[in-house]
């Protein structure tokens, strides 16, 4: 099964590609493909959305989860950084 | 420290204001993904896992206390409270907008910084010793010079799309605190038979995938002919350099592709074509640099000390002697237990900039071992800054002791890494702290890379762990017996891949064993050339 993501262009944060083309920031809600012809089918159209997103690509899922060889990179851009006792969210915004 | 310009602030101001036209030129759909890749690189803008990020020149690691804290306001305003300090002595903010940071380029302008040249194929800020100006074995302040090759190689429009990136160190002491041996360039200031102060240069250096020490090319140049062999050597490998893989375009790869010798040669010889024209440095140009960076005025009082817990302690550690009578170079750890390397909240950086201001000519450095410091302290005040630091959580004595680790973002952060490192530095930290192993060693150097790239330095720590993407899983190779400083070396693999778990054990591992079998004054390197790999490798592996 795989799933479509890319960095949303005014912020960068991460977004996954809807069945309705809508991105969001949930994986859970993002459309999911597991015929190769769809799925390229669906990057191509999402590769055209350079006023929303830049560098839609395809990630492998295992459930609800990211997977397959890149499951670590993935799963830290879907849940941010591990980084425990780091300073992330001192005080911003 | 220097001041701008009319001519710095004009090009740095019409600069924002270009930018501000090329995010909106890609907002709109005006340009392509593709067309402002490289615009927003040249401006320090990546794109990374979750978020920009936006790293800012800290030109030679030197800042005041107001840039500072503009830099506080910047993480506090567009970012999520905190930045982060690099081995190359910028800060990186790793969560601004976009559609934010023309903003954030116009704040930094106005106080005098920016983020051109912080990407790409150029000539990057230029790095030296955080204690220069400051430091007991000083011969010659490397600042205004530092500040010279900023000028010229500022947009400099001969070396400006280079094979690949360049990066310059310059120090002004014997004890090497640049690591100008694994630089493209690496100059050093010394003096000369007659009693001249001149530059010794050395260039081909280099971490990342095929880390190489520089070789030697002059043991003595006259100081107004640098920039004429800055060009020269630029010239050369401009021209020479391979630019059709990016593995093999950096300097050391054409260094030993010609051999040290016909690089050296031809670099001479281009020198010698060049030399003598407008490349020259005029005597009241180097005079007029100089006179930004004019040395502290010494202090007639005592030093200053109180009982409080941990003061001893984080005096002897983190406080280092001073060139000028009463004064004192105060190096602040970023390195908390189990903290991320190199992180400070804006809190932090204010408390900092208080600091410096109050006690210390205002004046604050960042270091490759991502640490900061005051370097021009008033020694009466020690105690005050002490407290002050505690307050700001601060105050941790470990500058330079084995948990005073060095790590790039890593995979938590950065689009290029293949593992995480900070999360193994903080495990390793708190393992080295609760275990009681970092006390008394001083000195030792552990550094983690999450990718070849090498940003961790990894290649020149005493023990340094680089982590790789081994079938979708992170796994960490051990290296031992890097050197940054005089005499640089490479260090070499130590045996299999390990967990991330592992290598917290492996590295604890080998910092106890240097502990037991070290002799007396004797640092990391010495003891493995004397004990050699294996009591290292049984130790970890062993098992």
Known sequence: MRAITANRLTDGHVVYRRSDGVWTPSLIEAERFDDVAAADAALNAALRDILTVVGPYLIELDGDEPGGRKHVRETIRLKGPTTGTSLLNAGGR | MYRYDEIDRTMVSERVEEFREQVEARLSGALSEDQFKPLRLMNGVYLQLHAYMLRAAIPYGTLNARQMRVLAHIARQYDKGYGHFTTRQNIQYNW?????????LEQLADVEMHAIQTSGNCIRNTTTDPFAGAALDEVEDP?????????????????????????????????????????????????GETGETGFEVHAGGGQGRTPRVAVKLRGFLPKNELLAYLTAIMRVYNLAAQRDNIYKARIKILVETMGPDAFTAEVEAMYRQIRGRDLAVPAEEAARLTAFFPEPSPVDRPEGAINAPGFARWRRINVKPHKVPGRAIVVISLKPRAGAPGDATADQMDAVADLAERYGDGEIRVTKEQNLVIPHAVAAHLPAIFEGLEAAGLATANAGLASDIVTCPGLDYCNLANARSIPVAQALSAALIDRGLDEDTQGLTIKISGCINACGHHHIANIGLLGVDKKGEEVYQLTLGGVADNGAAIGKILGPGLTPDEAVEAVTACVAMFRRERRSGEVFAGTLHRIGFEPFKEAVYGQ
Not at chain 2, 96 to 104: C, F, G, S, T, Y
């Open chain 2, 143 to 191: 600042r205004p010079w530092c500040e010279l090759i900023r000028q010229w190689s500022t947009l400099h429009p001969e070396f400006t799309f280079l094979p690949r990136k360049f990066k310059i160190a310059v120090t002004g002491s014997e004890a090497d605190r640049a690591a100008i041996g694994v630089h493209d360039i690496g100059l050093k200031l010394v003096r």
């Open chain 2, 96 to 104: 601004p907008a976009l559609v934010d940071i023309p903003e954030i």
